[in-house]
């Protein structure tokens, strides 16, 4: 029997709360309360890896990947591996690189390989968070394509965002299916139109048009093991509270 969905709070989403270690604290102590069992490290301020691991341990959470900055990644490897191995982190994430042709994809993947497979030597995985910018078409060609075809799943996973492939025009459902064995998790966020504008906003998951329902089932179906709730951006609005709202959803509607 597959071990059902683990849902972990991204904690990119309450970014403003988590620039020193006493807000970092307080944060996981948050995220612990509303009900999340496993977290991703990303957009932290200055910490000791020791002090984090043991606030997770202290918490019962998880942490399942971080987003490391691309020049730590590949220009201080080892003490990025020494330092996930500390927090028993298994992913090291790249949450952010922009492709404005092939040649730079190509070069992207030169330079960040060497160290992708050093970290997977180590017995951890590199994983890459998609944006929109991988789907730009460069002679009928996208920098996600080339990025599959240069790469093996055991070096390079995928964190695979569903907003930002809904928003790009590429279907969820279907880059999963298809990429499944490269997904290291999900990241869960819903999209809502602004009723002014007209234009795409970041909403609790529930209360926008992303189709939640078979992300889920697609998880089941090809074993993904985890998503991570995240908000970019909670337009003034606390954004512990959104995360609880998403949690909230999540458990009532999925049982997850």
């Known amino acids: ?70 020049e730590r990644i590949t220009g ?18 790249l949450g952010y690189r922009r492709f404005s042709s092939l040649d730079e994809t190509d070069a992207f993947l030169d330079e960040i390989l060497p160290a992708a497979r050093k970290i997977r030597d180590a017995g951890l995985r590199f994983a890459y968070h998609n944006h929109q910018w991988e789907f730009v078409r460069f002679h009928g060609v996208r920098p996600m394509d080339r990025i599959l075809e240069r790469t093996s799943p055991d070096e390079f996973a995928l964190i695979a965002d569903a907003y930002w492939l809904q928003y790009a025009g590429v ?17 869960f966020k819903d999209m809502c139109i602004d009723a002014s504008e007209g234009t ?16 889920v089932s697609v998880m089941r179906e090809t074993g993904i093991g985890c998503a991570a709730v995240e908000q970019d951006d909670c337009y003034g609005e606390d954004p512990f509270a959104c995360l609880r ?8 509607r999925y049982g997850i």
Do not use: C
């Not at 059902?4 to 970092?24: H, W």
């Not at 996930?84 to 298994?90: A, F, Y």
């Open 200 to 215: 795409q906003r970041f909403a609790e998951i529930g209360a926008g048009n992303m189709d939640h329902d078979e992300l």
């Open 76 to 93: 201080d490897t080892e003490r990025v591996i020494e330092e996930h191995k500390i927090m028993q982190v298994p992913f090291v994430g």
């Open 245 to 252: 709202r998403s949690r909230e959803y999540i458990q009532s």
């Open 171 to 187: 279907s969820p459902q279907k880059f999963l299916r298809e990429n499944a064995e490269r997904i290291a998790l999900v990241h």
């Open 1 to 70: 029997m597959k071990k059902d969905i683990e849902i972990a709070a991204q904690m990119y989403t309450v970014r403003q709360y988590t620039q020193t270690e006493e807000g970092i604290a307080e944060s996981l102590g948050k995220i612990k309360e509303i009900g999340y069992t496993s977290v991703q490290i990303s957009a932290f301020g200055a910490y000791r890896p020791e002090f984090v691991r043991d606030l997770l341990q202290e918490n019962g959470l998880r942490a399942v990947v971080t987003h490391t900055p691309y």
